[in-house]
């Protein structure tokens, strides 16, 4: 029995890992260089509670479910996870009217300890917030993540589980013979599949088309986002939402799990040809700045260090689509993640391994005895006591060669990020955090280019940021 899974990002990942516990060949397959870099990787990285998502939705049931999962998860694969609970906030009678609506919604849908804050206990939790705020919604079971890392360390722990990982490999064809699946075709292979699983996010639905099998279209919702420096210090504790509308959860004023702030997103409707937009614009940075400073006046611009943009794929019914095929056996869509998607993925996995596969497919599946849960990540040495860290310096001198200043990243945990799969300077970004402090890569980036070359055995001309063609080097000035 062969299994296939089509996108390596936070779905895909953990189902892909989700089937490494049963006796089951199991191929992930993901157009991009590297795990989590689609969807998965521009978002805002929450852990939602569960209470904007309707009653009875798909996205409700998979949001409480994978919430709770997140604990455990966040141990065996060892990312990081902050449970800082969240606040929406009101400024008027008629959005407080709201956070009752959401209170309810949140109970229905089984999220505990949800409760309205009147102004004082709000601005007692953030005193940094508008002293206009009239009640807010706390919900303490919210969190914030790295997704990327999410994926790159469920796929880190299925590799050791037996998972066959096929990068840069765009899917360009599914094979179907008498309405059964047979083979995915990539630009540089062919894997026979006695199962697909289509998680390839905003592309899902051309995946599908490819095979055949029903589908809800996805289109591109663009949200833009504003980075703050980590010395801006705490401007938030907690996630802070406005009181949403019917397109979004609005935006946001939040606090990274590395000490920065992130302000946004945006949401803007693209038509469907637009899944590759990924450009910041004037207007969209403008809203970001004006909607957060209502809520948090104390916000300071001239800590900005990154502007991004982040594309989710939303369907027409706003709801995931999650089923297999009536059309093509075998075939299976986990499509139109919008949010909560990070939040219900685990969850997710778990239903298409156990429910889709083994139940409504009736795909028998022997756990494996030898299925290893285990992740350990890249050692964080600026996190470590001095001591403890000198102790590693004796060992690896490369432990106490600091190549990112900003985020005091040594060259150890460098090599260890090459060692673990990471080939471009985006590979090494996400896995170690350099590159991400106040310079953005300006003083350490051509340092971590020549590691990379080393230890891969390349020429520096050679080395990518992120992608086919990305090359930062076109030639030699002098010898």
């Not at 590395?258 to 614009?281: E, F, N, Q, V, Y």
Request: charged residues 30%.
């Amino acid at each position: 029995m062969r299994i296939v899974v089509i996108g390596a990002g936070i779905v895909g990942s953990l189902t892909a890992r989700e089937l490494t516990k049963y006796d089951v060949e199991v191929i992930l397959i993901e157009k991009e260089m590297d795990v989590g870099w689609g969807v998965t990787k521009a978002n805002s990285a929450i852990i939602h509670a569960g209470y904007d998502d309707p009653p009875g939705s798909v996205r409700a049931r998979f949001c409480a479910m994978g919430n709770k999962m997140y604990t455990e998860l966040s141990k065996e694969l060892d990312f990081e996870l902050e449970r800082i609970g969240s606040l929406v906030v009101a400024f008027s009678d008629e959005e407080i009217r709201v956070l009752k609506k959401l209170l309810k919604q949140g109970e229905e849908n089984g999220v505990p300890n949800l409760k309205i804050l009147d102004r004082d206990e709000t601005l007692d939790k953030e005193p940094g917030l508008s002293p206009l705020v009239k009640a807010s919604l706390w919900a303490p079971t919210a969190g914030i993540t790295e997704p990327w890392m999410v994926a790159i360390a469920a796929v880190e722990n299925a590799l050791d589980n037996g998972l066959k990982l096929h990068l840069d490999e765009k899917v360009v064809d599914i094979v179907v013979e008498k309405s059964r699946v047979k083979k995915v075709v990539t630009e540089r292979g062919e894997y026979k599949a006695d199962v697909i699983v289509n998680c390839a996010g905003l592309f899902a639905d051309e995946i599908a088309k490819m095979a055949g099998a029903e589908y809800t279209p996805i289109y591109p919702r663009k949200g833009e986002y504003i980075l703050l420096d980590k010395s801006v210090g705490n401007l938030v504790r907690r996630i802070i939402f406005p009181t949403p509308t019917d397109i979004s959860k609005g935006i946001l004023v939040l606090p990274t799990v590395d000490g920065g702030i992130l302000l946004g997103p945006t949401a803007m409707d693209l038509s469907r040809d637009r899944k590759r937009d990924l450009a910041t614009t004037r207007e969209g940075l403008k809203e970001v700045v004006e909607k957060t400073k209502k809520m948090v006046p104390g916000i300071d611009l001239s800590y900005a260090i990154k502007t991004f943009a982040g594309l989710r794929p939303e369907s027409p019914q706003r709801d995931f689509f999650i089923k297999a095929s009536e059309r093509i056996w075998g075939f299976i869509n986990v499509m139109a993640m919008r949010s909560p998607g990070l939040t219900a993925a685990p969850a997710i996995a778990k239903y298409v391994v156990e429910k889709i596969i083994q139940e409504d497919l009736k795909i028998e599946l022997k756990r494996k005895e030898n299925f290893n849960p285990i992740r350990k990540g890249i050692i964080r040495f600026a996190d470590l006591p001095l001591d403890e860290w000198n102790e590693w310096i004796k060992k690896d001198p490369l432990a106490g060669k600091i190549v990112c200043y900003c985020n005091k990243v040594t060259e150890r945990e460098i090599v260890e990020a090459i060692k673990r799969g990471a080939r471009t300077l985006d590979g090494i970004k996400f896995r170690t955090r350099a590159m991400f402090g106040k310079c953005q890569g300006g003083f350490c980036m051509t340092r971590i280019l020549k590691i990379l070359a080393r230890e891969l055995g390349l020429d520096e001309s050679e080395i990518l940021l992120k992608s086919r063609k990305s090359w930062l080097i076109d030639g030699r000035v002098r010898e």
